[in-house]
């Protein structure tokens, strides 16, 4: 399993970003995917996550601002990133595991991993 996340940068608090993860190497489509960051200092903090059927969830703190989705055509997670606060600076990382239904969410601990994409907001 192999997990490429793109996207990350620098952007003024109120801005937007769209993170990109690439996979490869399982069945896509069947997987539950999340998006966990981290930042300097604290532990690591699962964001959203996205069952084989599109069911998503989301930790409080970026509800309402960020949005999950996957083009499974090109086995693809995206995260997109609205309103973006200095608190949301982290390193962004794409995951992957075999949970089903309601067991998919960035509450679990998952198996696969990229290596991640920095994301600033100043």
């Known amino acids: 399993v192999q997990l490429v996340e793109s996207g990350g940068g620098s952007v003024q608090a109120g801005g937007s970003l769209r993170l990109s993860c690439a996979a490869s190497?399982?069945?896509?489509?069947?997987?539950?995917m999340g998006w966990f960051r981290q930042a300097p200092g604290k532990e690591r903090e699962g964001v959203a996550a996205?069952?084989?059927?599109?069911?998503?969830s989301y930790a409080d703190s970026v509800k309402g601002r960020f949005n999950i989705s996957k083009d499974n055509t090109e086995n693809t997670l995206f995260l997109h990133m609205n309103s973006l606060k200095p608190g949301d600076t982290a390193m962004y990382y794409c995951?992957?595991?075999?949970?089903?239904?309601?067991?998919?969410?960035?509450?679990?601990?998952?198996?696969?991993w990229g290596r991640g994409t920095q994301v600033t907001v100043s």
């Open positions: 995951s992957a595991d075999s949970y089903r239904g309601s067991a998919c969410s960035a509450r679990r601990s998952f198996t696969y």
């Open positions: 190497g399982y069945t896509y489509s069947s997987y539950c």
């Open positions: 996205i069952d084989s059927d599109g069911r998503t």
